[in-house]
């Protein structure tokens, strides 16, 4: 129910949905039932695939019984799930999918997993559920070795059509990831024209229009400082990097709670820049108090030049995109002039519950959703670019979803992958970065702040 | 009961005496029984079972998710004291229970006095409106305080907005320090309505003669105020000042979750909403429900200190 | 007789100052009427206290109403709000008249649980009653969340119902048990009608409690099939960080508020004994 009207703005969204009438825009009971029969099945020739190709158990034999898929809606929303769902089951039309849901299931379904109940399959994305905690709580499936050899649909094999790898933990592999998204800077495209500013390239271009724009008499800077990710992910995180001399490795020590890492001269490098943005006066004060609509919303409206964000941002927003409103992104603004422009990924990840009563079926799934049919799909509908290589500039997506597939598979572009910090440090690095921009704290208060909670962490 | 009061009652209950003094007892055994039992079990299932599950916890180290929990005995109450946060969250709970019962304490007795000593034609229509903010729901109230402070589309910032030159745009929620007392009127401005029904409940059970003799003795509204109504008014402000303190320290958790998650950095977390991060967002159900006991104990505690400070303060009135 | 203020100038001060806390009650109930017929261009360029432009968005309401399921979800609310209200007063009231009027071993004790549970913060049971409740094979019901609804509610019925039985005259029940109506029928024929002021003040607390509870129907309550409204509100606003609707939002606020203001301006006097009834004897 959450994304109809994102759908309109899809404009090539509705060529591809238009022959899947019966389980189209307005679709909201497929869940149950079998999605209705023949027509349905004119769909990318990939339903009869799902039951004879792939590594699953019983390859051929027809998937019965019940499938849980538990899927969080947020910024991507669900118009995609529930298009695959309903092309799974009428491809798996005796098996009995159910489809749990919502901004709020991750909170909703936490006590089936404590149980051992958990659903089959599952979406991890949004709060209260962290792909590194679950593997540490023994609830995801180890994928290691059925992950060497499966093959989708189409009889490619899943592992060599991913652009970015799965994260492995003691180089064990319990999650795919399926979107491949990244965060980053964004502008208005027509404003800057419109004032003869600069796009930025790199971080002094960056400063140098961020004056000008200053003394236009508008904020130059925002970020979601409720949710203090989003600066992190968008700038901390890309100018650590950038002054590690492009070697994401740092980020990736930080993750392994290694000390030595945060109290690394990049952090210090990378955290001089989010003051001297704050003592510029460059960041909006507001940013402290205000959560991601609010603060794309005052993006929208042209009351700050610059958001701090993520490549979901056009999609999430599109209702309220003011007429002539065109976003300019970049994945960086932390580099030197001249440097490599680094994309930090965010990615949403997919994973078979450890103790699911269908591992069958959640397997053959994921070799139905990592086709390059449901990439497509995948990226027009949720206006994010999948995790499958390639094809998408020959797609019907969105412009800036090809503009980021682009800079994503660049070659001059440092593609950080996919890192997911201790939850407790992340929430420090959050608290700590807040008070940072705000001007509260220094970084060497940053530095002390964090490694205290990584020491705690790593007890 | 016109009918009862016509009877013969003591011969009538003396036979029953009589009669069946073995069965009579067993008969309010059984009755006794019959009404405390299923109440009780029914709480017990429901409420003191989970919650003792849950201090138990406390000893564990558990994630909230995995299925296995290790035993560590004291580690989170140890680990908890050595965790500036929840200093700070505590420092926060007692700053909203003080604020709490002085802005309310104040308003509502004023209230309560101004509508019904002071002969207002409008007292019914009043004490009705002021009552409103208590039936609306926490989550609403948090919702509209947020469009209030909002720095950008806020009420307030618009509203202070018409007496400056340049567009006020003050983060309300936002200040590096003291956000906290943003949270106050919010809470303040829920609460008061029922604290001054409860008042003006206590002022009308006073009987007139009392304030009538003082009037003839020359003696004015403030004089009344301080010799008569506060005095026999005490006793309901106790149970308020208690009430207050008992549902701000384990309640104050969803005004200030909806309102500010806790944050910016830390500064508005209660004990409550630190026990919610640590439980569902950091994965430390342990350690959450070792802040639980906190809550508890705290409030124990300061029931007991209020009721002996409130104790001294009657006998001096008095 | 009371004088009220004989100074003007004090006498126009109280009273302004109750203007002003009026304003400041309904304002926001106004505000919240206004915006949610507004859409998002207005909530941005116009002014917070600005009338809504013509022609209104009523169609907010009816997008809430359909979209979000508030038809069910109204109807939800009434069942489980209703089921546990009364359980909660059968069973608070039994208890109540038994700790008011009779001395046992153990009353003491009994009445102090109940109290003292108050201090309990909730949160905390949350997640072994979920556990509870799975095994009952009780979550994602009705019935299930009445059961936890009814539990919650037990502890302060018991603490306003036992004030209000010793504050009825004890010559009734004396009357009653000479008539022969034995401790049940006192209890059932007697006790209970003339205590129900007590009763329906009660009620309606515990009505408007419920009715806006939130938090443990969340984790209770994962089918959208069986959502009551608050639980809806959180999901709503939950949606409302990946969406900006803040006219549906507000209009969906002003479902909540409406049924509850409304029982309020019905039952005003007895919410107002119901608080009083506990607290002054």
């Keep these: ?459 | 009961m016109a009918r009862a009061t016509g009877h013969p009652p003591n011969l009538h209950e003396r036979k029953v005496n009589v009669m069946n003094s073995g069965s009579a007892k067993l008969q309010r055994t059984v009755f006794i029984a019959s009404f405390i039992v299923p109440t009780l079990l029914f709480f017990s299932v429901f409420t003191i079972y989970p919650t003792i599950k849950a201090l138990y916890f406390s000893f564990f180290d558990w994630s909230g998710m995995s299925q296995t929990k290790d035993f560590i005995g004291f580690d989170n109450y140890i680990e908890m004291f050595k965790d500036p946060i929840i200093w700070r969250a505590i420092g926060n709970d007692y700053f909203l229970v003080l604020g709490k019962i002085i802005g309310i304490m104040a308003l509502a007795t004023f209230f309560a006095v101004a509508l019904t000593r002071f002969n207002f034609k409008l007292a019914g229509f009043f004490r009705s409106i002021f009552f409103i903010p208590n039936v609306i729901s926490v989550v609403v109230i948090g919702v509209l305080w947020n469009f209030i402070y909002n720095p950008q589309i806020g009420f307030l910032n618009s509203f202070l907005s018409l007496f400056t030159k340049d567009q006020v745009t003050i983060t309300w929620l936002g200040f590096a320090d003291h956000t906290i007392w943003m949270l106050l009127p919010p809470a303040i401005w829920a609460g008061i309505g029922f604290y001054m029904l409860l008042l003006i409940a206590a002022i009308q059970n006073i009987p007139e003669s009392y304030y009538e003799a003082a009037s003839l003795e020359g003696s004015g509204q403030w004089r009344q105020f301080w010799t008569i109504t506060l005095p026999l008014i005490w006793e309901q402000m106790k149970v308020s000042i208690l009430n207050i303190m008992m549902t701000t320290l384990n309640g104050s958790f969803v005004i200030v979750w909806i309102m500010t998650e806790g944050g910016p950095d830390n500064s508005t977390q209660v004990m409550g909403t630190y026990l919610y991060q640590m439980a569902f967002r950091q994965y430390h159900f342990g350690f959450a429900s070792a802040i639980g006991v906190l809550i508890l104990v705290l409030s124990l505690l300061t029931t007991v200190v209020l009721q002996r400070l409130m104790r001294q303060e009657t006998v001096e009135l008095g | 007789m009371n004088q009220g203020i004989k100074n003007p100038i004090a006498k126009i001060i109280f009273l302004a100052i109750l203007l002003l806390w009026s304003v400041s009650v309904i304002y926001p109930l106004i505000w919240t009427l206004l915006d949610s017929l507004k859409d998002n261009q207005q909530f941005f360029f116009n002014k917070p206290w600005a009338l809504p432009n013509f022609p209104l968005l009523w169609e907010n309401y009816s997008y809430v109403w359909e979209k979000y399921h508030f038809d069910k979800y109204f109807v939800n609310s009434l069942l489980v709000t209703g089921g546990a209200t009364l359980l909660g007063l059968l069973l608070a009231a039994m208890t109540a008249y038994v700790l008011a009027r009779f001395k046992f071993k153990g009353s003491g004790a009994i009445y102090g649980l109940y109290i003292s549970s108050m201090m309990v913060p909730f949160i905390l049971a949350l997640i072994p009653l979920f556990f509870l409740l799975n095994s009952l094979h009780l979550t994602n019901t009705k019935i299930g969340l009445i059961l936890v609804y009814t539990s919650s509610v037990l502890a302060f019925g018991i603490f306003v119902l036992v004030g209000f039985f010793k504050g009825l005259p004890k010559e009734l029940e004396e009357a009653a048990n000479i008539d022969g109506a034995g401790y049940y029928g006192t209890f059932f024929r007697v006790m209970l009608p003339l205590s129900q002021p007590g009763l329906i003040a009660v009620g309606i607390i515990n009505v408007l409690n419920i009715w806006n509870e939130y938090i443990v129907g969340t984790v209770l309550v994962s089918d959208p099939e069986q959502y009551t409204l608050p639980i809806e509100i959180g999901v709503m606003q939950a949606e409302m960080q990946y969406r900006t609707e803040w006219g549906p939002l507000f209009a969906a606020l002003m479902f909540t508020i409406v049924p509850v203001l409304i029982l309020y301006i019905i039952f005003q006097r007895q919410i107002a004994s119901g608080i009083t009834a506990g607290a002054v004897k």
């Design chain 1, 1 to 459: 129910m959450v994304l109809k009207n994102k759908l309109a703005m899809g404009i090539a969204a509705t060529m591809l949905v238009l022959p899947l009438a019966a389980c189209g825009s307005n679709n909201e009971t497929t869940n149950n039932q079998p999605a209705n029969n023949a027509e349905t099945k004119t769909n990318e020739g990939a339903n009869n695939a799902a039951n004879t190709g792939g590594e699953t158990a019983d390859a051929g034999t027809k998937l019965t019984g019940d499938f849980e898929i538990q899927y969080f809606v947020g910024g991507y929303g669900d118009a995609w799930w529930k298009k695959v769902i309903a092309d799974f089951q009428a491809a798996n039309p005796e098996l009995n999918i159910k489809a749990l849901g919502g901004p709020k299931i991750n909170e909703q379904n936490k006590p089936r997993w404590i149980a051992g109940t958990p659903p089959d399959f599952v979406y991890i994305d949004g709060p209260e559920l962290n792909d590194r905690q679950l593997v540490e709580d023994g609830q995801l499936e180890d994928l290691t070795e059925w992950i060497q050899t499966a093959t989708n649909v189409d009889g490619d094999k899943i592992i060599d059509i991913l652009a970015q790898a799965p994260q492995q933990y003691d180089s064990k592999i319990y999650n795919i990831p399926l979107v491949l998204n990244s965060w980053g800077i964004f502008w208005d495209k027509a404003l800057f024209a419109e004032k003869g500013w600069t796009e930025p390239t790199d971080y002094q271009s960056f400063l140098d229009v961020s004056e000008k724009i200053k003394a236009a008499g508008i904020t130059p800077f925002i970020h979601t400082g409720k949710y203090p990710y989003y600066i992190n992910g968008a700038f901390l995180f890309p100018a650590i990097v950038s002054a590690n001399n492009n070697d994401y490795t740092v980020l990736q020590d930080m993750a392994a709670n290694k000390v030595e890492a945060y109290e690394s001269p990049a952090v210090m490098t990378a955290l001089n820049k989010i003051v001297e943005l704050r003592d510029k006066g460059f960041i909006d004060k507001g940013s402290v108090q205000i959560n991601h609509t609010d603060s794309q919303m005052l993006f929208l409206q042209h009351k700050d030049a610059f958001i701090a964000n993520g490549l979901w941002l056009p999609n999430e927003m599109s209702k309220d995109v003011p007429q002539g409103f065109q976003f300019g992104f970049i994945p960086s603004v932390g580099q030197d002039n001249g440097g490599k422009i680094v994309a930090n990924t965010s990615t949403a990840t997919v994973a078979i519950a450890k103790n699911a009563k269908n591992k069958d079926a959640a397997k053959a799934f994921l070799q139905f959703i990592f086709s390059k049919a449901q990439a497509s799909q995948w990226a027009e509908l949720s206006g994010a670019p999948s995790n499958i290589k390639g094809d998408i500039s020959a797609s019907n997506a969105p412009s800036h979803v090809k503009d980021a597939a682009k800079y994503l598979t660049d070659a001059n572009t440092v593609v950080i992958p996919t890192i997911t910090y201790n939850a407790d440090v992340d929430k420090a690095m959050q608290d700590a970065s807040a008070a940072l921009a705000a001007g509260t704290i220094e970084p060497a208060d940053w530095v002390k702040r964090v490694t205290d909670a990584v020491k705690k962490a790593a007890k």
